[in-house]
């Protein structure tokens, strides 16, 4: 079945580093989606890419969509304790009829003042 | 609006018994699902809705049933526990915009099958 791979599981920085977390899907994807979940939280949603090769950012937060639509990356910069948590990917190859996203395994960030 | 909310926040279960996971959402979305999330590890999704009256199966069905008799609520059932389905479970809410349909979560129901 569709797997959705993120590395690294765990990085640890120094605030005021930068920080990428990286997302391969096995397949062709129609969009993607990115959450961060605090530690004992719930996923929120940051972020969703849509055409291939398409970046966004939101302040820090750089997102990347590959050429093939199989691929994808978040990038902090200059990390702030803020940020910590972990990052989830999440694909839908199903052509956006439901919505049916399958989760990446995460990035767990830890940022060390 | 409440966004989407879970009871009970927590609950310990005897291996065999039953139990129902409350979800409700005032958005007016017609998405719905039901997720796990193992500990250390991402969400698997159990069961989705696109409406009310509709249902269907996800990657982790197996153990779980659900019911979508109107758009706000989507219980989740598990029967007969087991140990294997010790896990936080989120249920979550969207709806199709132009620009993308992200999905709302609940704050989770933490469960310990013993």
């Known amino acids: 079945g569709q797997q959705v791979m993120q590395i690294p599981q765990y990085q640890h920085v120094q605030e005021g580093e930068d920080f990428t977390t990286y997302c391969n899907s096995s397949?062709?994807?129609?969009?993607i989606q990115w959450y961060k979940q605090r530690p004992g939280g719930h996923p929120v949603f940051l972020i969703q890419?849509?055409?291939?090769?398409e970046v966004k950012k939101q302040k820090r937060l750089t997102f990347q969509f590959g050429e093939a639509k199989k691929n994808s990356s978040l990038h902090i910069t200059a990390t702030q304790t803020t940020d910590v948590g972990t990052y989830f990917c999440?694909?839908?190859?199903?052509?956006?009829?439901?919505?049916?996203?399958?989760f990446g395994t995460g990035t767990l960030l830890a940022v060390q003042p | 609006n409440a966004g989407v909310t879970q009871t009970p926040k927590f609950r310990i279960l005897k291996i065999g018994q039953s139990m129902t996971l409350q979800c409700a959402q005032d958005?007016?979305?017609?998405?719905m699902y039901w997720y796990r999330q193992d500990p250390g590890m991402g969400l698997k999704l159990i069961y989705y809705s696109v409406g009310a009256g509709i249902t269907d199966k996800g990657e982790v069905p197996n153990g779980y049933n659900v019911s979508r008799s109107t758009t706000e609520d989507f219980p989740l059932r598990l029967e007969l526990a087991a140990p294997s389905q010790t896990s936080v479970y989120f249920c979550?809410?969207?709806?199709?915009?132009?620009?993308?349909?992200?999905?709302?979560f609940g704050p989770g129901t933490r469960l310990t099958v013993t």
């Open positions: 397949t062709t994807l129609s969009n």
């Open positions: 999440a694909g839908d190859n199903y052509g956006g009829a439901t919505n049916k996203l399958i």
């Open positions: 958005m007016n979305h017609n998405y």
């Open positions: 890419l849509v055409k291939s090769g």
């Open positions: 979550a809410s969207s709806y199709w915009q132009r620009e993308g349909y992200e999905q709302y």
